[in-house]
């Protein structure tokens, strides 16, 4: 049996790429605020190893797949946009820049070990006027989102350039994912 440890719709429809449904949804309430001087990666490392824990500790007999999505402006961790301002914020320092977004994932087995993979992709948006920058913010768009965007919505339309996994930017790298889950043998290799 698969949980999954997020209530991310997204994540649920990359699953289902993979032919994947999980037997249930189960969001783990942890704490995520960063520690001082954390940085992206390991971040999101955390954060998923303790979504993965969590919800575990709740479902022993099952699998636990839980998954971090980091927007990385070089060392800074952006968060999630929760209001208008903090997306501002994180438009301008993504603006005509390179980024990074990381993904950890970790899938807690009813044998008590942790297994772990990430992925991460190098995304570059175009110079955003102030017009597109003001439309995009009254959307809402950015509501909830990692850096203030979803990739898989329309700022998809500034992206000059991708390197790596759309689907990690998305919020499931599926390479990493299905290699995670196959290993562990939940898939066919």
């Known amino acids: 049996m698969l949980i999954l440890a997020s209530a991310s719709p997204r994540r649920l429809e990359l699953l289902a790429r993979l032919g994947l449904t999980p037997a249930a949804v189960d969001a783990a309430d ?16 955390r954060l998923a190893a303790a979504k993965a824990a969590a919800v575990a500790a709740r479902r022993a007999d099952a699998w636990v797949l ?6 990385a402006a070089g060392r800074r961790i952006l968060p999630k946009a929760e ?3 903090t ?14 977004v990381h993904t950890a994932l970790a899938l807690a087995g009813p044998d ?10 190098v995304v570059a948006f175009k110079p955003l006027s102030a017009a597109e920058r003001a439309a995009y913010l009254a959307g ?10 979803a990739i898989q919505g329309y ?18 790298p599926l390479f990493e994912t299905r290699a995670l889950l196959a ?3 939940l898939l066919a290799g």
């Open 30 to 45: 942890i704490d995520e605020s960063p520690q001082k001087g954390e940085l992206p990666l390991p971040y999101a490392r």
């Open 66 to 71: 839980a998954a971090d999505t980091v927007v």
């Open 83 to 85: 209001d208008e301002a």
């Open 87 to 100: 997306a501002a914020t994180c438009l301008d320092l993504l603006a005509g820049r390179r980024h990074r």
């Open 112 to 121: 008590g070990r942790m297994r772990t993979r990430e992925a991460t992709s």
């Open 140 to 149: 809402g768009e950015w509501r909830g989102k990692a850096g203030g965007y």
């Open 155 to 172: 700022a998809e339309a500034w992206v000059r350039h991708l390197a790596g996994s759309h689907s990690n930017v998305v919020g499931l």
């Open 183 to 185: 290993a562990a043998g």
